[in-house]
């Protein structure tokens, strides 16, 4: 399938079918309702969903390591289908 593939320095949101669950005692849990597919994320993996999911406006500049990682990671979970691309910037719900 040749698709392409959304910038992953813009706007992301979840998934249709997915819900982000923050757990209290840090990290947090994507659930995919359609599938059933679980991702469980660990504190710091969740703090760079987080950053992923917040307004491009409001992001923090980043240095060059943390901008790798967070293309990096943003490219695995939208070619993977956790995120995907929000359309007219998104609320990254």
Same mark, same amino acid.
Request: hydrophobic share 45%; aromatic share 2%.
């Given at each position: 399938? $040749?698709?392409?593939?959304?910038?992953?320095?813009?706007?992301?949101? %979840?998934?249709?079918?997915? #819900?982000? #669950?923050?757990?209290?005692? =840090?990290?947090?849990?994507?659930? $995919? =309702?359609? #599938?059933? @597919?679980?991702?469980? %994320?660990?504190?710091?993996?969740?703090?760079?969903?987080?950053?992923?999911?917040?307004?491009?406006?409001?992001?923090?500049?980043?240095?060059?390591?943390? @901008?790798?990682?967070?293309?990096? #990671?943003?490219?695995?979970?939208?070619?993977?289908?956790?995120?995907?691309?929000?359309? $007219?910037?998104?609320? =990254?719900?």
């Amino acid at each position: 399938m $040749n698709r392409v593939q959304p910038d992953p320095r813009g706007a992301l949101r %979840c998934a249709e079918d997915v #819900t982000i #669950t923050r757990l209290p005692f =840090g990290g947090a849990v994507l659930i $995919n =309702g359609r #599938t059933l @597919a679980l991702l469980e %994320c660990a504190d710091p993996d969740a703090a760079i969903l987080a950053a992923l999911l917040a307004d491009p406006a409001q992001r923090r500049p980043h240095n060059d390591q943390m @901008a790798a990682v967070l293309e990096r #990671t943003a490219s695995r979970l939208l070619d993977d289908g956790w995120l995907v691309a929000a359309p $007219n910037g998104g609320d =990254g719900r």
